[in-house]
Nanobody, 119 residues
Framework: QVQVVESGGGLVQPGGSLRLSCAAS????????MGWYRQAPGKQRELVAA???????NYADSVKGRFAISRDNARNTVYLQMNSLKPEDTAVYYC?????????????WGQGTQVTVSS
């Protein structure tokens, strides 16, 4: 089995920073891509940032210049550094991993971690 687990969420004041972590573990796999999504109350889940195995990145326009996605291949972990946080960043943040297992691609979601930006 494969587990995808997020951590690092919490309550932060506007202008503050948080770093989210997402670790994939459990069996032999190759990471095709990993990304961060978020879902605010009453809104659809949206892509925040994605990182492919080749190192390409994609960011939502709303977070460009403030968020940065990175990875530690040795630990099968992807990070999301969030700076200059705004109240509109408040959401549950989910990690998604597209993994290659025995030549087939599988998608796994983490359980989510709450980020609240408020005074």
């Amino acid at each position: 089995q494969v587990q995808v687990v997020e951590s690092g969420g919490g309550l932060v004041q506007p202008g503050g920073s948080l770093r989210l972590s997402c670790a994939a573990s459990g069996r032999v796999f190759t990471i095709n891509s990993m990304g961060w999504y978020r879902q605010a109350p009453g809104k659809q889940r949206e892509l925040v940032a994605a990182l492919t195995s080749g190192g390409n990145t994609n960011y939502a326009d709303s977070v460009k210049g403030r968020f940065a996605i990175s990875r530690d291949n040795a630990r099968n972990t992807v990070y999301l550094q969030m700076n200059s946080l705004k109240p509109e960043d408040t959401a549950v943040y989910y990690c998604n991993a597209a993994l290659i297992i025995d030549r087939y691609e599988y998608h796994y979601w983490g359980q989510g971690t709450q980020v609240t930006v408020s005074s």
